[in-house]
């Protein structure tokens, strides 16, 4: 699994950053301060931290983010809308945080490696990405977790903690802030929508490929995945995940042998035969998703695949993934009833 990110695209990755133009300091002195839209609470102390500031980054107040501090260690908090849920938006969306931090900073920290996480909050799981990088003298942690329509971000530095402490104290803290109220404020819809690239219109047999994993993917959720679940976003962090998107391409092509393909599309689907047939479809997903949750079962031969790939070398990895985006949008009043 590749869990190393080398940033020397990081200035592309920045671009996709929303860089936080507006940046308003909130007087709150000497009293809790509550976020308007999610009802989080921004307390005066945290964790034995003083608060030292809290900043909103747009005009309504949605966009805030609070910074604590003992001198020792500090810790800063954001809350921000992120609109519509689609597959693989809390990878990406990390990712592009990663980016910025090092953009910000004159690229001063080249690589990062990141990690799967995710906790409790009340009825809901909610999943996250988490990174700990040295950065000049300190020890730095990142984290990004999807609550719905809303992310909640950590960032925290010490010069005098290792990386252990550093996940130890982000675990207290992210405990401190009720993710799931965040979720129930803006919950995502249980009804998903599809939506097609271009890519996928290249001939019959790549369109049909395309919409049965899609399909697919639509149906492991409703069938494994708890409907608070996914109120918090398309929960494409599961190694299944893509896995049930896979075997429905596979499906459709081996269903459908009367479509003629291109030279290009017929080459992906002998791809995804050859790796499936070799047992190494879950390894192939795993490497090239960065980071992924998999199930206890789910014992990952990566060694092997990568042995495998000197004798079987497989296309670039953007013609298998991201064709069709699965997708759903903030749910309706009906939906909460």
Request: overall charge negative; charged content about 25%.
């Amino acid at each position: 699994m590749k869990k190393l990110l080398l940033f020397s695209i990081l200035a592309v990755l920045s671009c996709a950053c929303y860089p936080q133009y507006y940046q308003k300091k909130i007087k709150c002195k000497n009293q809790d301060y509550v976020h308007g839209k999610t009802g989080l609470s921004f307390p005066v102390e945290l964790e034995g931290l003083g608060r030292e500031s809290i900043y909103a980054f747009d005009r309504k107040k949605e966009n805030v983010g609070a910074n604590y501090e003992d001198g020792q260690l500090k810790v800063s908090v954001y809350v921000y809308p992120t609109g519509d849920g689609y597959e693989d938006r809390l990878r990406r969306s990390f990712v592009n945080c990663l980016a910025a931090v090092s953009a910000s900073d004159h690229f001063a920290v080249q690589k990062f490696e990141m990690d799967y996480t995710s906790f409790h909050s009340g009825k809901h799981l909610i999943h996250g990405y988490r990174s700990v990088f040295r950065h000049r003298d300190k020890f730095s942690l990142l984290s990004l977790y999807e609550c719905g329509q809303w992310w909640l971000k950590f960032r925290i530095s010490s010069a005098s903690s290792d990386a252990d402490k550093l996940i130890a104290a982000e675990e207290k803290l992210r405990t401190d802030f009720d993710a799931g109220a965040m979720i129930e404020s803006a919950p995502l819809s249980n009804v998903f929508s599809l939506y097609f690239q271009k890519t996928a219109y290249c001939d019959s047999l790549m369109l049909g490929c395309v919409m049965g994993g899609a399909f697919a993917k639509t149906e492991w959720m409703s069938e494994n995945v708890d409907s608070l679940e996914l109120c918090a976003g398309i929960p494409s962090v599961y190694l299944e995940y893509y896995m049930a998107g896979f075997n429905g391409m596979l499906k459709f092509a081996n269903e459908h042998p009367e479509f003629v393909p291109s030279a290009k599309t017929k080459k992906m689907v002998e791809n995804l035969k050859a790796v499936a047939e070799a047992g190494y479809l879950r390894e192939f997903i795993a490497d090239n998703r960065t980071v992924i949750a998999k199930s206890d079962s789910a014992i990952l031969d990566m060694d092997g695949y990568y042995n495998w790939t000197k004798e079987h070398p497989m296309m670039n990895e953007e013609l298998f993934f991201d064709h069709a985006i699965v997708s759903n949008k903030p749910q309706k009043d009906d939906e909460k009833k």
